[in-house]
């Protein structure tokens, strides 16, 4: 396992207890709006440019529609300190990337990548990508061409949409870190 893995969460605290289910819907006249509900913390989201699909394919700019879990934390360590999470947390380096390619054995994972190698680049100018959570669409089984790289991570500052993601504020996005674990179920739709 690389040296910057870290999976040991930082211990439960009984004011954040793991949540079990927390769920995004689309918002009221906006298909690229949503609302983020975790326990009593309800947050605006912003969704994918195709809002939420049933049938999410690559590239149609949809946020899938079902029930996922979380699998990890990826954050940028040389911008933030590591978030309190109940999530296995990875520092995110120059050549993390994520796999978008259906005809690859690799679509829809994690990649490392030399510089001029292709893929979704985790290490961005912008702020999007500080904090990801990576979750579990589209992952058991792989299904060429039924969409990558969905992920929760940073909105960007007009609240624009995604390309399929679910994306919010910082701040939200910390106070969601602490109460997410591996064993909440993150239900779109």
Not at 6 to 35: D, E, H
Not at 53 to 77: V, Y
Not at 165 to 186: D, E, F, H, N, Y
């Amino acid at each position: 396992m690389e040296n910057n893995v870290n999976s040991n969460a930082y211990p439960m605290n009984r004011r954040f207890r793991q949540l079990s289910t927390i769920r995004v819907k689309p918002a009221a006249g906006n298909p690229c709006r949503g609302w983020l509900t975790a326990g009593q913390l309800t947050i605006p989201v912003a969704l994918g440019r195709g809002g939420i699909l049933a049938n999410k394919r690559e590239g149609d700019g949809g946020t899938p529609r079902g029930s996922f879990r979380p699998r990890r934390l990826w954050w940028r360590g040389d911008r933030h300190s590591r978030p309190h999470t109940l999530l296995p947390a990875r520092i995110i380096t120059g050549a993390d990337a994520w796999c978008e390619d259906p005809g690859d054995r690799h679509y829809n994972q994690w990649i490392r990548r030399g510089d001029g190698e292709g893929g979704d680049r985790l290490k961005r100018d912008d702020q999007l990508y500080d904090f990801i959570i990576e979750i579990d669409h589209n992952t058991r089984p792989r299904i060429a061409g039924r969409g990558s790289a969905v992920f929760l991570h940073l909105a960007r500052d007009n609240f624009g949409p995604t390309a399929g993601c679910v994306s919010m504020t910082k701040s939200a996005m910390l106070q969601l870190l602490r109460r997410l674990g591996p064993r909440t179920r993150i239900i779109i739709g």
